[in-house]
């Protein structure tokens, strides 16, 4: 299983000085990849009343795929997109950013990506709401063409491309895309499309019932789902025995990934985000450099 961190995005501010510490110490601690959350902007709760969201507009995002083209000059890590709200987005521009990812990288990346919760964030981007769940189908294929031909003539219900591709492409043809999601609709999603899911519960019953429902969808179109990767996630926490077990029962389940998330655990600082994660390396047992 490999071992990686969430970025604390919300909890970085805009230093950059503190985000080459972050990613070039995470690197040094022993772990493997980066994950990064995705909103592009955030609603006013003065204006939109009765906001609910986890985010707003005083939230900070960096925005995942400037983020990578910087960490990639500065560390080896594998970095992950976890997840990029893709239907609100450009097919074709989302296609030539991951591709010079996957190139600055040498092909340590991910694509994660998902639908999204906020109405507000699509109208802001030009987009339709509603229709994200049927976009985000026909984006999978128009992606993976895009990666793997010269060029390309594609006419869906959403894009269009007509005698026109990338270049170069990305190393890895096509780029590992991985799915978030926590409905059966968003879990059958994934089996049925994805190389691998983020799961958004904890191991136990909840767990194994969407990932038989993953291996399901995947089995009926006729693919394998012991091929599929599955990225748990692990809230920091002071006591390194239950980070370790936690650790365990994530890779018990089947986790061929997980990532260490120190948001939301009272830390003030880059610094003591990084404290916590040498603590969580040592109580993992990752090999440092």
């Known amino acids: 299983m490999q071992i ?3 970025f604390p995005q919300t909890e970085m501010g805009g230093d950059v000085g503190a985000v080459r510490a972050y990613g070039q110490r995470v690197e040094e601690l022993g772990f493997r990849h980066l994950i990064a959350y995705d909103h592009v902007v955030g609603a006013d709760p003065a204006v939109h009343k009765g906001w609910q969201g986890p985010y707003d507009v005083r939230s900070t995002f960096h ?5 990578f083209g910087f960490l990639a000059a500065i560390t080896s890590l594998e970095l992950v997109t976890s997840i990029i709200i893709l239907p609100q987005r450009q097919t074709a521009l989302v296609a030539k950013q991951a591709a010079e990812i996957d190139l600055l990288t040498s092909g ?3 694509l994660g990506v998902g639908l999204g919760w906020n109405a507000v964030e699509y109208e802001a981007l030009g987009q339709d709401f509603g229709t994200r769940g049927r976009r985000v189908e026909e984006q999978v294929e128009l992606l993976r063409r895009l990666w793997t031909e010269e060029s390309i003539t594609f006419e869906g219900h959403f894009d269009r491309v007509t005698g026109a591709g990338l270049a170069p492409l990305p190393v890895q043809q096509p780029i590992p895309l991985w799915f978030g999601g926590q409905s059966p609709r968003a879990y059958r999603r994934a089996g049925r499309l994805a190389e ?3 799961p958004q519960m904890g191991p ?3 767990l194994d019932e969407a990932k038989a429902m993953v291996e399901q ?3 009926e179109a006729g693919r394998d789902p012991s091929a599929l990767g599955m990225e748990g996630r692990l809230a920091w926490t002071r006591d390194a025995d239950e980070l370790a077990a936690t650790a365990r029962e994530w890779e018990e389940s089947g986790a061929t990934h997980l990532a260490i998330n120190t ?7 880059p610094d003591d985000h990084l404290a916590a994660l040498a603590t969580a390396a040592e109580a993992l ?3 440092k450099k």
């Open 196 to 198: 691998g899911w983020f």
């Open 217 to 219: 969808a995947a089995s």
């Open 285 to 287: 047992g990752l090999s």
């Open 63 to 67: 925005e995942p795929m400037v983020l």
């Open 263 to 269: 948001m939301n655990a009272g830390l003030r600082s």
């Open 108 to 110: 340590r990346f991910r």
């Open 4 to 6: 990686g961190v969430v």
């Open 204 to 206: 136990g019953p909840e």
